[in-house]
């Protein structure tokens, strides 16, 4: 799986947009990029994915540059309980175990 | 709750004692991983199973580290003669092999070696 490269902390105030960037110049063709998020004493928490397209759910948006060596984790409204650890993980998808390898993440601090 | 449960949440053992953890996945997904989490960093992947065979093993499992999915339900990972660098946080995940392979994670047995 191609390595990622995340800022390792980002500060944002609550009710403003977290944009959460994610560098994966080496990613290839096959490869999805999936976030997840780990609240303070919880297990990591899935966020959203995508390959080639823009993708939004009721958590996020993830907008995909249009060479894919770079992604972007929107939160549109943070809130205090979005304070947490994110990480940006591209993996290629098949029927073998798709095991997730997590690099350090940014830690996201939403203030009031 | 339908949620991955882990037990017990915290284990506070002596060096040399063994110690095991269970995992109850998700009803109906086949696949579960075990990950192992330091203090600040990411979790890394330890073993996973597909349904009740165990396919794969990272060379983080040494062979004091043994993991079981006996009828391919929950799953159990035992430590035997602890050793202080075990202490970390070991987490369990499932999911479907039908879906984009989301892992849904349980909170986490908090593991302690004095």
């Known amino acids: 799986d191609a390595k990622t490269t995340q800022p390792t902390s980002m500060d944002c105030a609550e009710g403003r947009a977290a944009n959460l960037p994610c560098n994966h110049s080496?990613?290839?063709?096959?490869?999805?990029v999936y976030w997840y998020r780990q609240i303070h004493s919880q297990g990591p928490q899935y966020i959203i994915h995508g390959l080639k397209n823009n993708e939004t759910n009721e958590m996020a948006s993830l907008i995909i540059t249009e060479d894919r060596k770079s992604s972007t984790l929107i939160l549109p409204h943070a809130t205090l309980r979005d304070t947490a650890v994110y990480y940006c993980i591209v993996r290629v998808l098949n029927n073998a175990g798709n095991m997730l390898t997590f690099g350090g993440g940014t830690r996201l601090m939403v203030k009031p | 709750d339908t949620g991955v449960s882990q037990d017990p949440r915290h284990k506070i053992t002596k060096r040399g004692q063994n110690v095991t953890f269970r995992c109850d996945p998700i009803?109906?997904?086949?696949?579960l991983y075990w990950y192992r989490q330091t203090l600040g960093q990411g979790p890394e992947f330890l073993t996973y199973f597909q349904n009740e065979a165990q396919l794969e093993k990272s060379r983080l499992l040494s062979d004091r580290f043994s993991a079981e999915r006996p009828k391919g339900s929950f799953s159990t990972l035992e430590i035997q003669r602890t050793e202080q660098g075990d202490s970390a946080m070991y987490l369990c995940?499932?999911?479907?092999?039908?879906?984009?392979?989301?892992?849904?994670f349980g909170p986490g047995t908090r593991l302690t070696v004095l």
């Open positions: 080496t990613i290839s063709g096959n490869e999805y």
């Open positions: 995940a499932s999911s479907l092999v039908q879906q984009y392979n989301e892992q849904f």
């Open positions: 009803s109906e997904h086949n696949r």
